[in-house]
């Protein structure tokens, strides 16, 4: 990108930043046998940001035409030092994450083929008679990212980024005797249309419709505390939500997050417990090699064997803890300033065989895959839909059941995880945070929480 027409807005303020994104994607519906809608956008534009001191200014507009820049950069620099000019860099190399099949060169048609394909696999199933709806969903979507920092005369920052994002979701909802049960599978990453090379649509549809009928024969789930046991395949919807939000370095800075202000070298967990944030994963739906500040991405350590290392910064979070971002400074689009957000937050492998985790349970609950939930990111307290639940009897999967969900606090669950397997397990996602989406994964090995309250219909 030719930076030259713009230069003219980077002089302001401690420190000037411009972003840059065109964004181009195609989203379908396919309800029931039939396409319900295609959707398909473009779009593109700059944010400007300025930062003096403490203050921070941030505005944006659509398209990347210099006079509209030049007019927003005049309303926010009012009143603001002005620096010496520069000359950037309008060579810097585009990174781009390595896909082998385009999804933008393949046609409308075959996309609608692999949904049909995939609902007629759920309607060949005997059960498929229980089915009531089957709702499916594909989305792709190329971003190509430019960003300039500069201060003191000088570029400190700045690169070109390419990502291309898959997703696909199977919803099934079955019924018997006027009871519904509904069941999710989702599979997306960074890459292209070899997503579906290595996640075949049908059988995922196929494993939706099959756990939807099967909750409909399992008794609901009983209330009360228990041994809990995540299996990797869980994915890490816990570690993201009950205590990676609490992590973020501005819900530290403004005390949202009071379980863990001040207690950097502090013990937080069990020993056996280490969580990293890793942007840097290959492939990975959270992944990026620099964040939105044009900070290069790292693997961060944020806890090592039960004790809390560091949190996770962007630019102006870092600067007042006086120390350098983190590179996780993340925003949904040019209408949004970054912000410090996660990417693939995951607790590492342990110790512990998972087969003998699951064995060391006499009474408890077997978490296969689980669902949406709220936390309350002051408290940390948590509720977790449970998608796919087993009761365990003397260290054996009994039966499964339905309606059971998680009750607890992030922060105490942390110290209560006493076996970590060795496996690992993923999922993905869009994590919500201040009005802003990001693509995130996140991932555990199967866990043993040594107690925790179950809610259920029972």
Not at 184 to 198: H, I, N, R
Not at 325 to 334: D, F, K, P, Q, T
Not at 400 to 422: E, F, Q, T
Request: glycine residues 12%; hydrophobic residues 35%; proline residues 5%.
């Amino acid at each position: 990108m030719n930076w030259d027409p713009f230069i003219n807005s980077l002089v302001y303020g401690d420190y000037s930043e411009l972003y840059a994104e065109e964004s181009l994607g195609m989203a379908i519906s396919y309800e029931d046998g039939k396409v319900d809608e295609v959707e398909r956008g473009e779009s593109s534009g700059m944010a400007l940001r300025y930062v003096q001191g403490e203050e921070t200014r941030f505005g944006h507009v659509d398209g990347m035409d210099a006079a509209a820049v030049a007019e927003l950069s005049r309303g926010l620099s009012s009143g603001l030092k002005k620096r010496s000019a520069f000359a950037p860099s309008n060579h810097l190399k585009p990174f781009r994450h390595a896909i082998l099949k385009d999804p933008f060169a393949v046609s409308l048609d075959e996309k609608v083929k692999l949904l049909a394909r995939a609902n007629d696999a759920v309607r060949s199933l005997p059960q498929s008679s229980m089915v009531r709806q089957i709702s499916l969903s594909y989305g792709e979507r190329f971003k190509k990212i430019s960003l300039l920092g500069a201060q003191d005369g000088n570029t400190v920052n700045g690169f070109v980024e390419e990502r291309v994002y898959m997703v696909f979701a199977a919803t099934v909802v079955a019924e018997k005797d006027g009871l519904l049960q509904t069941s999710t599978e989702v599979v997306g990453a960074l890459c292209g249309y070899e997503l579906f090379d290595k996640h075949d649509p049908a059988e995922i549809a196929r494993m939706a419709a099959s756990r939807a009928v099967q909750k409909l024969y399992s008794p609901p789930a009983p209330v009360g505390e228990m041994p809990v046991i995540l299996e990797a395949q869980a994915g890490g919807t816990m570690i993201h939500e009950a205590i990676g939000h609490s992590l973020e370095a501005d819900g530290i800075q403004k005390g949202i997050s009071p379980a863990y202000v001040g207690k950097i070298g502090t013990v937080v967990a069990n020993e056996k417990i280490t969580v990293y944030d890793d942007p840097t994963q290959a492939g990975k739906r959270g992944s990026f090699e620099y964040d939105d500040e044009g900070t290069k991405s790292e693997k961060t350590m944020l806890v090592e064997k039960g004790v809390l290392k560091t949190f996770l910064y962007d630019r102006i979070t870092a600067k007042r803890d006086l120390r350098s971002s983190n590179g996780h400074g993340r925003r949904e689009s040019y209408n949004h300033k970054p912000i410090p957000r996660m990417s693939n937050t995951f607790i590492a492998p342990g110790p512990d065989d998972p087969a003998k985790i699951i064995a060391s349970v006499d009474n408890g609950l077997l978490v296969r895959r689980m669902g949406g939930g709220q936390v309350n990111p002051v408290t940390g307290d948590f509720v977790f839909e449970v998608e796919e639940g087993y009761l365990l009897e003397k260290g054996k999967i009994k039966t499964m059941v339905r309606g059971a969900s998680l009750l607890g606090n992030g922060p105490k669950v942390l110290s209560s995880i006493d076996l970590v397997g060795s496996d690992m397990g993923w999922g993905v996602g869009t994590c919500g945070k201040d009005g802003q989406g990001v693509p995130v994964s996140d991932g555990q090995p199967t866990i043993r929480i040594h107690k925790l309250l179950i809610g259920g219909t029972q």
